[in-house]
């Protein structure tokens, strides 16, 4: 076995021998770095040469490739490769929990900060379960827009290539985000497609929304009510609404609400699109944030 620690999926070469006694080279995939060490899972658990077993799910486009759930050691360890994956010949993983959001970090008093919304912000590991796959089962499209995605390249894409993505697929990530406050405006910083991304919401509008030159980010005007930043944007110029190749349409709209808990050690956010030529109804987007101190918002290397 041959790892290859990198983004946008860890990767690993593994010879086997087939039915016939023949041997076989074969190419497997996992999840992210970041997601694997959230899970305590590092690259030294992983040695060139050992024996290991694997079970996955076969590539349907591609030769001997595989994306891999789980993987066996011979000392009897074994590691979830995919995060929505469930023990399959151990009753205990190699590693478990949430390392950058334990539960004595969650029980102290942050309130007393009263930083509110301005710092950094992780998704608990049950949120991680869930990343990428969050919009694609409940979107109402349109069918006319689903069979769109007969252009997409699984292959060759801004995915694979690591390019940073436009809203709304940036706001679909993983990776921690930053809000940081500003005079009359406010930057959120994340990671998406294992790039840094960067987004100015203000909170004096402009007065004229459609004047704005459209970006892969849009145009976000944002306002308080209590503990919840309203956030509405616009002038939205990207090719795709998310990482499967489904045509954006430049007159979507988002509305978010990023809502803070009392005590300051929860961020639930609601993203909702709106868009006649793309749903069949607003769709709408459900997630949460826990606060992460200690941790940052970084770039993760991206390459073969």
Same mark, same amino acid.
């Given at each position: ?15 086997t021998?087939?039915?016939q ?6 190419n497997?995939?996992?999840t ?21 077993r694997?079970?996955?799910r ?7 490739a595989?994306l ?9 360890r ?9 023990l ?9 929990g949430?390392?950058?959001v ?7 008093d942050?309130?007393a900060e ?15 379960e869930?990343?990428? =796959?969050?919009? /694609? $089962?409940?979107?109402?499209f @349109?069918?006319e *827009? ?8 699984? &292959? ?16 679909e ?5 930053? =809000?940081?406050e /500003? $005079?009359?405006?406010?930057? @959120?910083?994340? *990671? ?8 100015? &919401? ?6 004229n ?17 209590g ?21 954006l ?36 987007l459900?997630?949460?944030?826990w606060?992460a ?5 970084e770039?993760?290397p991206?390459?073969?």
């Amino acid at each position: 076995m041959e790892v290859y620690w990198t983004n946008p999926h860890v990767g690993f070469t593994l010879m086997t021998v087939n039915d016939q006694g023949q041997e076989e080279l074969w190419n497997l995939e996992a999840t992210t770095v970041y997601i694997l060490q959230r899970k305590g899972v590092t690259q030294d658990l992983f040695q060139p040469g050992e024996r290991i077993r694997v079970a996955g799910r076969v590539s349907t486009r591609d030769e001997r490739a595989m994306l891999s759930t789980n993987m066996f050691f011979e000392n009897g360890r074994e590691i979830l490769t995919n995060p929505q994956a469930e023990l399959r010949w151990n009753t205990e993983q190699i590693a478990e929990g949430d390392l950058w959001v334990p539960d004595d970090v969650r029980q102290q008093d942050i309130g007393a900060e009263n930083r509110g919304i301005f710092r950094v912000w992780s998704q608990p590991a049950e949120g991680l379960e869930n990343a990428a =796959f969050v919009w /694609r $089962d409940g979107i109402p499209f @349109l069918e006319e *827009v689903i069979a769109a995605r007969a252009d997409w390249d699984p &292959i060759e894409n801004t995915v694979t290539r690591c390019e940073p993505p436009g809203m709304p697929s940036m706001m679909e990530t993983p990776y921690p985000v930053e =809000f940081i406050e /500003r $005079d009359s405006s406010i930057e @959120l910083i994340g *990671v998406a497609n294992n790039s840094e991304v960067t987004r100015t &919401i203000y909170l004096e509008d402009q007065s004229n929304s459609a004047a704005q030159v459209p970006s892969p980010s849009g145009y976000s005007v944002g306002y308080w009510e209590g503990n919840t930043l309203t956030v509405e944007t616009n002038r939205i110029n990207y090719p795709y609404f998310d990482n499967i190749g489904t045509p954006l349409s430049e007159t979507l709209t988002i509305v978010e609400k990023f809502s803070l808990s009392d005590d300051q050690s929860r961020l639930d956010f609601r993203m909702t699109a709106v868009d006649p030529t793309m749903f069949t109804e607003p769709a709408v987007l459900l997630e949460y944030y826990w606060l992460a101190l200690g941790e940052t918002v970084e770039r993760q290397p991206c390459g073969n």
